[in-house]
Each structure stands twice: as C-alpha cells, then as structure tokens.
C-alpha cells in the first residue's frame, strides 16, 4: 500500500544496467542519466561502505589507495556482486528522483542479456527490489535496442539486430514482436579494452590501466582500415625499465590488437544468420541489420560486417541509448495494452 | 561518426561501372527492379512537406557522376528498386526510417553530397513535425506535442483514485496540523471557564455594572448616583479577592471619580496626570507608555473581565498599543480611549467584554478561540 502511494511519486524507469554504463530513461524526459556502472568500496574497521558511485568511482579506478576498492559490479552483462549493484541501483535511482519529496518507488523495467540465467535474471530482480523499486519487470536486452532503433518489430517482418555492449554482444533475429533466434557473445567494449592492454605489453612492453586502454579504442580504435591514420601518446610503465614511458600507437596497430574480439563478433553474425529461417533471411538480406550499444561507435566495425556480410549494415542514432530508450518505449507500450509480450516477466 | 565512415571503403571496393547505364535484366537485381508504370511517378504522398526531398538531388549527382542506380545498389548492398524508390521519394514503400536514412547517407556520400543534408530532407519530407524548425513554426506539432504530454499525464482510473485519496488524506492531515499548531501559544483552559464553580465567579458577576449604570459612567459628566454605586461595587469585589488592574486615564471624569472614591490619596490629581492605580494588594502596575490625548466626548470605554487566562492587545484609532499584556483569570481591565479601537483577544471565551457599557459578543469574531475584532468604527 505504502509502495503504492509512494509509487505515485516515482517515475517509471527503464534502466539498461550495462557492464561499462548505467542508463536510466523517464518517460516524457528521456535518458536522465549515463553513469559508469563502478563502485568504489571503503573499507575500514571491518565496515564497507560506498565512497563514490558513477563517474566519480570511475575516476578512481586504478587510482585508489588501499582502503578503496573500485569495482564494476557487473560482469559479462549479469550481476557479479550483489550487494554492490544493488547499492549502485540505489544511488542511481535516488539521483533520478533527486527532487522527491518521499522516498522514491519506482516502477522498473531492466534489460537483461538474451542468454542469461534465470538465477542471473533473478538476481538483477531482487538487486532493483532491493533498491527501492514497487515493480520490476525484464526485457531482452536485443528487444529494447531493436525498439529503441525505430526498427518495426511487430511486423511479419525479419529484423535483425547486433547489440555490442561493453561486456557482451547480443545478436538477435526479430519478428512479430519476439525473438526468433538470439546469441549472446561475451565479447564487448570490455574485451576490446583488454586486447589493446594486452597489445600495448606484448608489443611495447608497456603496462597500461584500463581506463589507458579505453581511451585509446575511443580515440584511434578501428575495426576497419582507416583513410586516415590516427596517432595517440599514451604512457604506460614500461617492464624493463620500470618507469612510465611515454609510447605512440596509431589506428593501424589497434586493428591489429582487436583482430580476436572482432573475429568472434563477425563469427556469431554469420552464425546468426545461418540460423535464421529462409524467409527471415530473405528479409534480413534485402534491409540489412541495425547495430546499437557503445560498441557500434567503434571505427568501421560496420563496414567490416557490412563486408564480411554482404549486407547493408547500419549504425542507429545515439546507439548508445538505443537499449535505455527502447525500454521506455516498451514501458509505454506496456501502459497503452498494446504488445505486452515483448516483456519476460510481469 | 562511424555510419560516415562506412560506405567509403565500399565506394573504393565497387568501382562504377564503366558503362554508366543502369541495367534492367542485371542477373543481380533483376528480379527486384520496379514496376515501370510507377518508376516516373512523381513521389510526393499527398499532405506531404512540399519542400525539396533528397530524391532529386541524389538523382542528379548520380547522374553528374555518370554512374546507373545498380552501381549504387551493389555498392550500397542493396536491391535496385530500394535506389529507385529513394530516388523517385516513393518513402511509403521503402524498409523502417532507420534503414532508409542509413541508405541515404551512404547514398550521399557515394555522390560526394552531404550526408547530413540529405538525411535532414529525409526527415523533413517523412515527418516534418519532428525537424525543429518547423516544430517551431506550426502549431499543430506544438497541439501534436501537447497531445502527448496529456496522454502521458492521464493516469489509469485506479491510480487517480489512490491519488485523490492521497491529495485528500495530505490536505487533511495538514489540515489537521494547521489546527492543532495554530493556537499553541495560547494556555488552553480544562474547562471553557464560563462555568467556572470557583468563588470568584459570583464576584465577577457582581462586578459586572448594570449596562444601563454602565452607560452612565461612560458619560462625560456622570450623574452622582452611578458614581455612587461604583466604589460601593467595588468595595464590595475588591476584598473578595479580586485583582483586576484598573487604568485610569484622566480625561474621563466619571472614571476619575470611581478612582477617587476607591482609592483616596490619589484623587488629587485625576485630571493632571495619566496614572494607573491599582485595586487590590500585590497587583502589577501597568504603566500607559502612549497616554491618549483628552478630546471631551470622544473617549470610549473597554472593561475586560477575565474569568480565564487571556492575551489582550489594543491598539486605539491612531495604531497606538494602548495595552498589550497577559491578563491573569480574575483580572478586570478598563481602558479607554479613542475609538475605533482593535482588539485581539488570545483566548475569547475567558473573557467578558463591554463596549461603552454595552456587552459585545465575541463568538462572531472568533476563530480557533481567537478574537480579532474592531470596535466604534
């Protein structure tokens, strides 16, 4: 009854809790927030408790003294610490409703990963429960981006769409409003970072964080040949010598250090439309497929799947919020009756 | 950012074809051509932006640069017909925005045109509420826009129901507050005092002058009987235990004569000075801090009886605070004074008050056992 009243006073959410970010959509406003989903620890005198949430703990993240720990609660896509997510969960929506005038109870939508467990979805549920919300229902991440794109997925019509998260990649077949044929891949914008950590030290001898690595794949990184090369200093510690050292890359080198992630992303596409019904496939072949998540802003990764596809294949607007927004407006179909079942659970 | 990028690696991987000449038969994309009766139509649906759409505009680069729409077509991977609808605006047939949009900026930077420009005429041609500028200009989008934020405001029945009962139940509650809260500063009594059973309440009675004896001490000039009966009342009241303060000020004979018969050593200034004598032992003086000017005729009397605790305030015709005190149950106050007079009295129904000898009702003046009220206007 409580969670009832105070629910008139939240705002329906749709929250699309990412490895790498949190997004938060409000019907009628939009994405209200775009925060890193880290966590920094205090640990003291036995007792944990949170430093900093969100851009501020990203900061810190290979920063931190001793008693901080920064942490990414979530893995992969699914929750990796419980406590942690479910703290974060908190801040995030008591940010949104930072004007409340009671404690808020919001209605929540989350999207979760197509092959996650039903222990992980779980998980996530009791994590938003905890964290304030009245209701919380799920939907597959691959729906909300195929919904926040614009694409017509309710029509008898094959839509395909590859979502490259920063833990996972989720490559989904659509049609009449349900997944006909769904992958999850765990290679992401995460991945992408490791590879080039892991280039940078095999090839420069140089260690490099992770917050190094992701700069430089935002800067230069490139999934396909450039026209144009791009250059970046970076320092890292070098081994030998175990000072930093400042070291150039360019786009070329990056390429080269993504080749592994890109290749089993470019694999489950192919593998995904092997296993798309013919007529589906017909219709997957003559309008192409969408690409959504931060992966998608990565240099040329569509024209390398474009290339090794055969297929048209386009970029979303704003591919970032694509998933966050397509949430929302699966809540606002949910309000009107209309398309109820493109969510998991009610 | 990397939608720009793409279709520039394409162009380099699909040369033009040299013939230059779109190819109905193409073994590729024959079977998708379109249907020639509609191929020459002009596009425009009807109730369409009348502004120029991206079609023409790519037409003519393509046909500048000499290439065929299969060229576009393979090098956008695409079947003909999608670059023949683009090109001839038949949007309606075209796949989902998202799709069509993408084709036509890589359709624009294959023709070396700006991707940008042609996207936002794509916009503008399909949904012209949704461009700024025009959002701007028409009132329909703005009427479209309200419509929406009052679909999105409209909740279901249910919630409208728990809303209201949680509006009502807040303004009760706060109404409630407001109640409790607003007189906290005045001593709520145990009883409402009127029945007081103490032995004080038949002195205040006694007290009490017969109104019509009380228009005649209000009198300039008042008869002798009157002022007779005045010290014989009080004689009677003040060793019963009354502790009324009485002010006197001087320009009312008749009240300087009842101060003269009560208190005898000082009935030989009443007109010289203002002064307050005080009826009764251990009585508190209350000295006049704005002494009312004499004006013959003109001065009003107040008498208060208090049979409860209350906070009295006067303030005369000029806004001067004539009194301004907590008067203790068993007081009598007399003041005079030049009308209109404003009185708060901070708990009404302990106290009895009489205007020129008349008694006021206080009950239409009050509010939360607060009487606000202005007399001799």
Request: glycine share 8%; with cysteine; net charge negative.
């Amino acid at each position: 009854m409580f969670k009832a009243i105070r629910g008139l006073f939240s705002k329906d959410l749709s929250i699309d809790l990412g490895t790498a970010n949190t997004l938060i959509y409000v019907r009628d406003k939009g994405i209200v927030l775009d925060e890193p989903s880290v966590v920094a620890i205090r640990d003291g005198n036995n007792q944990r408790s949170v430093a900093a949430v969100g851009s501020q703990a990203k900061r810190m993240l290979g920063r931190t003294p001793g008693t901080i720990t920064a942490i990414r609660p979530l893995r992969d896509g699914v929750i990796a610490d419980f406590v942690v997510t479910e703290k974060m969960l908190q801040y995030f929506i008591k940010k949104v409703h930072e004007n409340a005038f009671i404690r808020p109870s919001p209605r929540v939508l989350v999207c979760v990963p197509c092959k996650s467990t039903e222990l992980e979805r779980r998980a996530i549920t009791e994590s938003a429960e905890s964290a304030g919300a009245r209701d919380v229902r799920l939907i597959e991440e691959p729906m909300a981006a195929a919904l926040g794109a614009g694409l017509p997925v309710h029509e008898a019509w094959g839509t395909m769409v590859v979502d490259v998260g920063g833990g996972t990649t989720e490559i989904a077949i659509i049609s009449l409003n349900s997944i006909v044929y769904s992958e999850t891949v765990r290679v992401g914008g995460d991945r992408f970072d490791e590879a080039i950590a892991n280039y940078v030290r095999r090839t420069k001898g140089s260690l490099i964080g992770e917050a190094t690595a992701e700069r430089i794949k935002q800067e230069i990184g490139a999934a396909f040949p450039l026209d144009e090369k791009l250059e970046i200093d970076v320092r890292g510690r070098n081994l030998a010598e175990g000072v930093p050292r400042s070291i150039t890359l360019d786009s070329t080198a990056i390429l080269e250090a993504l080749q592994d992630p890109l290749s089993m992303i470019v694999q489950h596409v192919k593998t995904a439309l092997e296993q798309t019904p013919p007529e589906l496939s017909s219709d997957i072949g003559e309008t192409g497929f969408v690409l959504t998540g931060g992966g998608a802003l990565l240099r040329g990764l569509d024209t390398l799947l474009s290339e090794e596809t055969g297929l048209p294949v386009v970029v979303a607007d704003d591919p970032l919020t694509c998933v966050a927004r397509g949430g929302g407006r699966a809540l606002e179909l949910m309000d009107e009756g209309l398309d109820s079942d493109l969510l998991l659970y009610r | 950012m990397s939608d720009n990028d793409s279709p520039d690696p394409v162009v380099e991987n699909d040369a033009p074809d040299p013939a230059g000449e779109s190819d109905p038969a193409d073994p590729v994309d024959g079977n998708d051509s379109p249907d020639p009766a509609s191929e020459d139509e002009s596009a425009d649906p009807p109730g369409e932006d009348d502004s120029p759409g991206p079609g023409a505009a790519l037409r003519a680069a393509r046909e500048a640069m000499g290439t065929s729409t299969a060229d576009i077509a393979r090098s956008l991977r695409v079947p003909v017909r999608i670059v023949e609808n683009i090109e001839d605006e038949r949007f309606d047939v075209l796949p989902a925005p998202v799709f069509t949009r993408a084709y036509i900026r890589s359709y624009a930077e294959l023709v070396e045109l700006d991707p940008d420009t042609m996207s936002f005429a794509y916009d503008r041609k399909t949904d012209p509420g949704e461009t700024v500028e025009s959002e701007v200009r028409r009132p329909a989008a703005i009427a479209g826009k309200m419509a929406v934020l009052s679909r999105a405001l409209k909740l279901p029945s249910w919630q409208s129901w728990v809303f209201s009962g949680t509006v009502i139940l807040f303004v009760a509650a706060f109404g409630l507050f407001v109640w409790l809260m607003w007189p906290s500063d005045v001593p709520v009594p145990a009883s409402s005092g009127q029945d007081e059973p103490s032995g004080e309440v038949p002195v205040a009675e006694e007290t009490r002058p017969d109104p019509s004896e009380g228009d005649a001490s209000v009198e300039s000039v008042a008869p002798a009987g009157t002022l007779d009966e005045t010290p014989a009342d009080s004689a009677e009241s003040e060793p019963a235990g009354r502790s009324g303060a009485r002010i006197s000020l001087p320009e009312s004979p008749s009240a300087g004569s009842s101060e003269d018969l009560l208190d005898g050593p000082q009935d030989s200034t009443p007109y010289d000075s203002p002064e307050i004598s005080l009826d009764g032992a251990g009585e508190e003086s209350v000295p006049i801090t704005n002494p009312l000017t004499y004006v013959p005729g003109d001065e009003h009397v107040l008498v208060f009886r208090f049979i409860d605790d209350c906070w009295v305030e006067v303030l005369d015709a000029g806004g001067a605070l004539v009194h301004g005190d907590l008067e203790l149950a068993g007081n009598e106050l007399e003041l005079s004074g030049q009308a209109p007079f404003t009185l708060t009295l901070g708990y009404a129904s302990g106290v009895e008050l009489e205007y020129n000898g008349q008694p006021v009702m206080l009950e239409p003046h009050t509010k939360d056992n607060v009487a606000r009220l202005v007399l001799g206007l």
